[in-house]
């Protein structure tokens, strides 16, 4: 078949982008049909600017157009009108997406969407590798998403992670410098603006980099904090220097008008120098109750600061010329809304919630009039209850009323507690159908780009609920299972609905004793669930090999649950010395299978979370 797609006169890179995989992926489904087949690109803005993704896909046997407020939607209307026509894309994986015959006949679409919100990211976590972020970046339009977030000045730490083999003993490291990394985050942003996604860039490390540090990580420094800086860190317990030796995690003395300049200027410079970032995020410290304490600053509160220190930003930004957007955070001490200090231009910043503390237990919900507890510095607890972070956010409602979302990490740390990701997955889809309640106009996942084990499927869901509120998830489970497992999807979908169910996010997350007796109750039906599996397993496994690359992924995930069960059990008994032996047990398995599973599973990033939060103690090296 002849296909021909026109783009606008002119047409910018995700335009053209949009017709090459509409080319690419026809050709590939109609490759059995005879004829021409003519389409047409338009990009129609919108009157009113900032409104969420918009296109019309209207198509028939002869051809047809799409059309959207951009050319990013264009190739969001292109990717979806593609899924309508059968393909599933089910991964960050090569060889991960599905990709039907059809016959010219099947071409009969009409309709139009526009997304449910603004805002629909990922945010890179984990350890990576060059390719993995590629991957990424290629899936989150298929997937309905249209942003990424690099953090730091350079994603260095995420590289690193992968390329040094961090937690791996079983792997050498491998050549990589910090001049790779920029390389590599160059080459990630052209890709991501060749698809018109939106650029989040920095968030961490800016107090670091105030007082003298090239701030790219969360690893301490052996360098001790220059003396002509000491006067710029924060106080406490009567000390200023390095929290813990950490400059990211190092707060500043804003009472100090050196420390305020030498910020400020750092992110007009930034600015300057990157017209390309669409939203720059400017954080404090990632650490809490550790700011300064000194007579000055205890005569106002952190977030009063923090908002003064924006306003001088947007102050500089504007003598300058420049209208990036700046996002502000709610985040451990800076969830108590300011006292004094408001925004004076609110048009330049965007709200982001952080509840890092939530439990994933269960979905935001209409919540309880909670009051705000009294701030005291330094001896802050960090709400856990849907109830209590969301007051915080309702405090600073109360002052700002300009665009927002919610940064939330389900798959940041809390999907390694759910061993079937079922459960999970309904978690995000009840809480993205509460975010227009909540007021808040999208969300932006902090997450590990390889949580894929079992599958992708909670991935999945977030950006096609944040394209359609309105998804049903049950409807969802069946699109991805039956497209990722084939005719005995419904198998893998009722085994892995019952190990969610036995599962807990906040046990493996170190909410609640350690001890508990109904935890090791559970872990042990996880174990013989795993061992029952086993004959459904090898059904589809033959000659040929696996029937596809998810059942193939679940035979290898029930091994790693019959192990992390296993040590689960023995920590929920109280058996701190076998429960070491058998995560220990549980780290030999996952770092000897690395190499075959790399883009399913984080293997730095569970083990790093099992032993900080969980409580497991590595004991051997």
């Known amino acids: 078949m002849n296909i021909e797609i026109t783009c606008p006169p002119n047409a910018l890179a995700p335009a053209t982008f949009a017709a090459d995989q509409l080319s690419a992926y026809l050709g590939r489904m109609l490759a059995g049909e005879e004829g021409d087949l003519a389409l047409s690109l338009e990009v129609r803005p919108d009157p009113v600017p900032g409104l969420p993704d918009w296109f019309a896909v209207e198509l028939n046997e002869a051809g047809g157009s799409i059309a959207g407020n951009s050319g990013r939607a ?61 991957d990424f970046i290629d899936w989150l339009p298929k997937a309905g998403y249209n942003s990424f977030f690099l953090q730091f000045k350079s994603p260095y730490i995420f590289y690193a992670r992968w390329y040094e083999h961090r937690g791996n003993p079983l792997r050498k490291g491998e050549p990589f410098t910090q001049g790779d990394a920029l390389t590599w985050m160059g080459e990630a942003e052209g890709e991501l603006k060749r698809r018109g996604l939106l650029l989040h860039k920095v968030g961490h490390g800016w107090t670091g980099e105030t007082l003298g540090y090239e701030a790219q990580s969360w690893d301490a420094d052996p360098r001790p904090l ?21 400059p990211a995690n190092t707060n500043l003395c804003f009472r100090n008008g050196e420390a305020v300049d030498s910020f400020a200027a750092l992110v007009v410079e930034y600015a300057k ?42 102050r500089r930004l504007t003598a300058e010329g420049l209208d990036a957007k ?18 004076e231009r609110p048009e330049r910043f965007i709200l982001m919630f952080a509840p890092i503390s939530r439990t994933f237990e269960r979905s935001y919900q209409a919540e309880k009039a909670l009051p705000i507890p009294i701030y005291r510095r330094n001896r802050v607890t960090l709400p856990t209850s849907l109830d209590e972070n969301l007051a915080f ?29 079922v459960k999970l997955a309904r978690v995000i889809s009840g809480d993205v159908k509460q975010l227009k309640n909540l007021g808040l106009n999208g969300y932006i996942s902090c997450q590990e780009l390889r949580a894929g084990l079992p599958n992708f499927f909670p991935s999945y869901v977030l950006g096609r609920t944040l394209m359609d509120e309105n998804a049903d998830v049950n409807q969802l489970l069946e699109e991805y299972f039956s497209a990722a497992y084939g005719e005995d999807w419904a198998l893998a979908a009722d085994y892995l609905f019952q190990l969610s169910s036995l599962s807990s996010t906040d046990y493996v997350n170190g909410k609640g004793p350690r001890q508990d007796g109904d935890m090791a109750a559970r872990m042990e039906a996880v174990r013989e669930l795993c061992l029952d599996f086993a004959a459904t397993l090898d059904a589809h496994w033959g000659p040929g090999g696996w029937d596809t690359p998810f059942w193939e992924a679940l035979n290898y995930h029930r091994e790693y649950a019959l192990k992390l069960s296993r040590a689960l059990r023995r920590l929920a008994q109280g058996d701190g010395e076998k429960a070491g032996e058998s995560w220990r047990d549980f780290r030999e398995l996952i770092c000897e299978k690395e190499p075959d599973f790399q883009p399913w599973l984080d293997v730095y990033r569970v083990l790093e979370v099992t032993e900080k939060y969980t409580g497991f103690c590595p004991g051997q090296p």
Do not use: M
Request: contains cysteine; glycine residues 8%; negative net charge.
């Open 74 to 134: 264009l190739l969001l209307g292109a990717y979806d009108c593609l899924r309508r026509l059968g393909c599933r894309f089910l991964a960050p994986i090569k060889g991960c997406e599905v990709v039907p015959p059809i016959t010219r006949r099947a071409l009969k679409l009409r309709y139009e969407h526009r997304a449910s919100f603004y805002h629909r990211g990922v945010c890179i976590e984990g350890a990576d590798s060059r390719e993995n972020v590629l």
């Open 226 to 246: 220059p003396e002509e800086k000491r006067p710029l860190a924060a106080q406490v317990g009567g000390v200023r220097g390095l929290w813990k030796g950490v």
């Open 273 to 314: 120098e990157n017209p390309n970032v669409d939203y720059l995020h400017i954080w404090l410290a990632d650490e809490y109750n550790n700011v300064c304490e000194c007579p000055e600053c205890q005569k106002t509160t952190p977030s009063d600061q923090y908002v003064e220190l924006l306003n001088e930003i947007d």
């Open 326 to 343: 700046i996002v502000f955070l709610l985040y451990q001490e800076l969830l108590w809304p300011p006292i004094k200090a408001h925004l």
């Open 393 to 421: 956010l309702r405090g600073w409602q109360g002052q700002f009323e300009g665009d927002s979302f919610v940064y939330d990490y389900p798959l940041g740390r809390a999907h390694y507690g759910d061993l079937g990701y």
